[in-house]
């Protein structure tokens, strides 16, 4: 069966502080995505990858697909990072997204 | 560029009846993907429509279904709702399908009583 599994569910942490929330999934990909979603339902693509590493600002993502895993990072958080990340990936052979539960982060001032 | 738009925003229905939500992509782009989320399942794919025809489709029953028009404005039709589909309906576009960007809407909330 084809799952994506993401940790820590649920992350509090104070403003400043360096974040990481995990993804791991089963088979191989053809593309994994770091999504955001803020209250009231609106999801944000920050990036795609399929190898290496990205970076857009204070946000990092990278992939080790070797180890089926992706970690995506924050520096220097803010109240304002405070969302629900998602992870989602694309198996090979089957187009389309497969998502992860979701990692509920919360920055405290 | 205008981004990806979903009506109506938020919609009450009643047990038994019919909905159409709609989507349109941004421009220029051919694909259009339809999910549900709801708190219990999390985000579920449902189908995938590029050039008007359907590409893939998810595990949900056939009373879901779409469609796409020429100008890539996409609807999603449930018939016969039942009270486990209320949830989030999202549709995202993309220049070419999956292996590309994917632009997500701001979201239709389906409530059935």
């Known amino acids: 069966k084809n799952e994506v599994e993401q940790s820590p569910q649920n992350l509090t942490a104070q403003e400043g502080e360096f974040i990481t929330i995990n993804c791991s999934y089963s088979v191989g990909i053809s593309a994994l995505h770091w999504l955001q979603q803020h209250p009231g339902g609106g999801i944000v693509s920050l990036f795609m990858l399929s190898s290496g590493k990205k970076k857009h600002g204070r946000l990092i993502a990278t992939i080790n697909i070797q180890e089926k895993h992706s970690s995506l990072h924050i520096t220097a958080s803010h109240p304002r990072d405070s969302a629900v990340y998602i992870c989602?990936?694309?198996?090979?052979?089957?187009?389309?997204?497969?998502f992860g539960t979701g990692t509920r982060l919360t920055i405290i001032p | 560029k205008a981004g990806v738009t979903q009506t109506p925003r938020y919609l009450i229905k009643t047990r038994g009846q019919q909905v159409t939500l709609s989507c349109s992509p941004i421009?220029?782009?051919?694909?259009v993907s339809w999910y549900q989320q709801t708190p219990g399942q999390g985000l579920q794919f449902l189908f995938e429509y590029f050039s008007e025809t359907q590409r893939n489709k998810g595990n949900f029953p056939g009373r879901f279904s779409g469609r796409q028009f020429s100008n890539s404005r996409s609807e999603m039709n449930v018939s016969t709702l039942e009270l486990g589909d209320s949830a989030l309906y999202l549709c995202?576009?993309?220049?070419?399908?999956?292996?590309?960007?994917?632009?997500f809407g701001p979201g239709t909330r389906l409530t059935v009583t």
């Open positions: 995202a576009s993309s220049s070419l399908g999956f292996g590309y960007e994917q632009y």
């Open positions: 989602a990936v694309e198996y090979f052979g089957n187009e389309k997204l497969t």
């Open positions: 421009s220029g782009h051919r694909s």
